[in-house]
């Protein structure tokens, strides 16, 4: 059976050939070769090009869109400025989430006619679920504009703005137990909720999947690091009698920038020396439909947004807290982490329904390190600037003392995932075990009494 000769297909940069071979049969298949003729490993099939999200979570396309490439932006100031209401139309008329942005404006009047704090902290709530999709859109927009590498490490740094903003202002009003609350609970969101809803959803439909099993526990034992930090704070506060709240917060602070070093260095390792374990597969071609200038105003303006409904959800906590009869634990546990995540936390469920499981899991595992090992250290960080500059009295310090029963509800979390991901399969079953272990984490937080908040040095 004669074989075809191989044939050299353009891949537009000149570092990859095609090989194609023909059986005899009607189908081919391309196999990647590197520039020196070695073949590609199969997570390795296109080191160049780091998969988002962006295709699934972001608004999608269109034909006939504004902005099909750089040619036809406007170059004048006059021609920018008419063009403005026709890029809001593309991003306010593009997903049926936004319909939720009705709320923006309730929220504020509600603030401002002192409506009852139960009606601000609601509309302000569902108000900032789909700002939070149009901060992750913008960011994704101006990533692409940027290139690969600024993009990436702008992707990395605003995944989690929603989050970082709602705690800084709770922060600033001395709402600590809401801060640490919330950033634990949108740490067990993305690891038991979201992930176990991919796991049910995609299992219900596919018996097994798979996913990159290398690139997964990678950051479990980064989330592993993040609850040893928890860990020796709480061990450090209840084995002495004499360690004062000064002692815990240079531990916390030390520890913060060791975290944020971390981190830092996670970023090198996933963008620079190890990119081939973070690449897959993709099938379209990822353009912008925004210009850079475009994507910037909206970044910020939706920031802006953001920061004001967020501060008004903050100021209504307590209000809350009275009329339903709720401890700061709980909202700040289980309902806050809602608002940041409700929108990605869908997108990672429906990738996860076609078997995109590696971005699945990215979603959720990658969105909890992200808050553990870049969030948290911050916030300890900006509340020692705030106790610096005496915003923060005593008794309202920013640490990484979280009280007993938080600290063992990471652990268990972080425990039970490590145990799930190692073999780089799942099922439906692993997904009602997660599901499990959040619904069951959330009964306790319910029940939780208030009176035992943070616990203070020495005891």
Known sequence: ???????????????????????????????????????????????????????????????????????????TIGGKIAAIPGYLKLVLFATKINVLLIFIPL????????????????????????????????????????????????????????????????????????????????VLSNLLLVMGFCFVCGGVKYKVQNFNQTAAQTSASLLALSCLSLLIPAAFSATSSL??????????????????????????????????????????????????????????GITAIVAICAEFLVDSIGGLAESWNLSRTFIGLILLPIVGNAAEHVT???????????????????????????????????????????????GHHMNLLFNTFETCVMFVSVLIVNYLIQDGESNWLEGVMLLSTYIIIAIAVYFYPETQGVPSAGH
């Not at 469920?349 to 590696?358: F, G, I, L």
């Open 107 to 186: 929220g504020i009047i509600a603030h401002f006619l002192k409506w009852p704090e139960v009606a601000i902290f609601l509309l302000n709530f569902v108000a900032i679920i789909p700002l939070a999709k149009l901060l992750g859109y913008a960011t994704e927009e101006i990533a692409l504009r940027l290139g690969e590498n600024l993009g990436a490490l702008l992707n990395a740094s605003f995944g989690n703005a929603v989050e970082l903003i709602m705690a800084v202002i709770a922060l600033k009003e001395g709402e600590i137990e809401v801060v640490k609350a919330s950033v634990l609970g949108s």
């Open 1 to 75: 059976m004669a074989e075809q000769l191989p044939t050299k297909a353009a891949n537009g940069n000149g570092t990859t050939d095609q090989l194609t071979k023909s059986n005899g049969s009607s189908s081919s298949r391309p196999v990647s070769l590197r520039s020196n003729n070695e073949p590609l490993s199969p997570v390795d099939t296109n080191p160049t090009r780091r998969v988002t999200i962006r295709s699934e979570r972001s608004l999608p396309r269109k034909s006939g869109t504004l902005l099909d490439n750089e040619h036809h932006e406007p170059k």
């Open 243 to 300: 360690v004062t709240e000064a002692d815990l917060d240079h531990l916390s602070y030390g520890t913060a920038i060791v975290l944020l070093v971390v981190y830092v260095l996670y970023l090198f390792f996933q963008l620079k020396t190890h990119t081939y374990l973070y690449s897959t597969s993709n099938d379209e071609e990822e353009e912008p439909q925004l210009p850079l200038w475009f994507g910037v105003f909206l970044l910020l």
């Open 348 to 394: 990672a469920v429906t990738v996860a329904m076609k078997n995109k499981m590696d971005l699945a899991i990215g979603v959720a595992i990658g969105s909890s390190m992200q808050i553990a090992l870049f969030v948290t250290p911050l916030l300890v960080i900006v509340g020692w600037i705030l106790v610096a500059a005496g915003t923060l009295g005593a």
